[in-house]
């Protein structure tokens, strides 16, 4: 009942994902290899710190609303299954 949504999800990430891989090749992301190796170990110059926007503050509370929100909506519908599959009585 429930497989053809997650075979959907599957093809749908495979697709993205390979989207994803051929434009990475196409930009040339992955020429370099001998450079890409050694960039964890090159020290960087140490940025100053950038004024902090309004956005930047407000960011994390979009964040955490969203998060809430999604985890709401998955606990209302499994309230709603559970209620009307009648494991709930009402």
């Given at each position: 009942?429930?497989?053809?949504?997650?075979?959907?999800?599957?093809?749908?990430g495979l697709v993205i994902s390979v989207i994803v891989f051929s434009w990475a090749l196409k930009n040339g992301?992955?020429?370099?290899?001998?450079?890409?190796?050694?960039?964890?170990?090159?020290?960087?110059?140490?940025?100053l710190p950038a004024d902090v926007s309004r956005f930047h503050r407000i960011e994390p509370y979009l964040v955490l609303g969203i998060v809430c929100s999604g985890l709401l909506a998955s606990a209302v519908f499994v309230l709603f299954v559970l209620v009307k599959s009648g494991t709930i009585p009402v």
């Open positions: 009942m429930y497989f053809p949504y997650f075979i959907a999800y599957m093809v749908i992301q992955f020429k370099d290899q001998q450079r890409a190796r050694f960039l964890p170990l090159e020290r960087e110059p140490e940025a």
